[in-house]
Nanobody
Framework: QVHVAESGGGLVQAGGSLRLSCTAS????????MGWFRQAPGKERERVGT????????YIADSVKGRFTVSGGGAGNSLYLHMNNLKPEDSAVYYC????????WGQGTQVTVSS
């Protein structure tokens, strides 16, 4: 059983920055593949970024490339999403996940970008 929890969402003006954090409880010495999805009202869930169990960033969505950075992962089982130059279209609930025996999800954190 893995417990995933996000934090760091909030309201920010367009052009601003936020950092989301995620922690995944896991058995000692285990490394998890972790990542971020987001979902805006009326839209499909979109994968934002992924870090492999070894700490390598394996995916960044084209829609956020150059503005968002994913860091962390590996044995620390903590994940971060650094979001810069935020746009109103980035407004969504951001979900962290961790892959172990199955995919575990956090409850999500709201990010709202005002124009």
């Amino acid at each position: 059983q893995v417990h995933v929890a996000e934090s760091g969402g909030g309201l920010v003006q367009a052009g601003g920055s936020l950092r989301l954090s995620c922690t995944a409880s896991a058995p000692p010495l285990s490394s998890l593949t972790m990542g971020w999805f987001r979902q805006a009202p009326g839209k499909e869930r979109e994968r934002v970024g992924t870090i492999s169990w070894s700490g390598e960033v394996t995916y960044i969505a084209d829609s956020v490339k150059g503005r968002f950075t994913v860091s962390g992962g590996g044995a620390g089982n903590s994940l971060y999403l650094h979001m810069n130059n935020l746009k109103p279209e980035d407004s969504a609930v951001y979900y962290c996940y961790a892959d172990s025996d199955r995919r575990y999800w956090g409850q999500g954190t709201q990010v709202t970008v005002s124009s």
